[in-house]
């Protein structure tokens, strides 16, 4: 059982940054990121595999949001730029197996989910 412990959210003005922590109790291959705005349903963001190999969303936060992470801390980041109103949403992050590009988008391919962190930006 491998659990997930996210930081960082909080509320930002429009323009502004915010970086997420996601810290994990063991050894994971692929990690990511998710998002639930109210009323919507959860979406992902971002996905990065062991090899560092990462993968985002089509449209919404390509150019403005960057994954990394640090294997040696089981820890993955998401470093948040130009954040708009509607980025505002719990941001999950979740841990599974190996995936394909197109499988890693799928939240049934992660087996681990953290408690969210609320990002809240202000026009």
């Known amino acids: 059982q491998v659990q997930l412990v996210e930081s960082g959210g909080g509320l930002v003005q429009a323009g502004g940054s915010l970086r997420l922590s996601c810290a994990a109790s063991?050894?994971?291959?692929?990690m990511s990121w998710f998002r639930q705005a109210p009323g919507k349903e959860r979406e992902f963001v971002a996905a990065?595999?062991?090899?560092?190999?990462?993968?985002y969303s089509a449209d919404s936060v390509k150019g403005r949001f960057t994954i990394s992470r640090d294997n040696a801390k089981n820890t993955v980041y998401l470093q948040m730029n130009s954040l708009r109103p509607e980025d505002t949403a719990v941001y999950y992050c979740a841990a599974g197996p190996y995936c394909s590009d197109s499988g890693c988008s799928g939240a049934n391919n992660y087996n681990y989910w953290g408690q969210g962190t609320q990002v809240t930006v202000s026009s």
């Open positions: 063991g050894r994971t291959f692929t």
């Open positions: 990065i595999r062991w090899s560092g190999d990462s993968l």
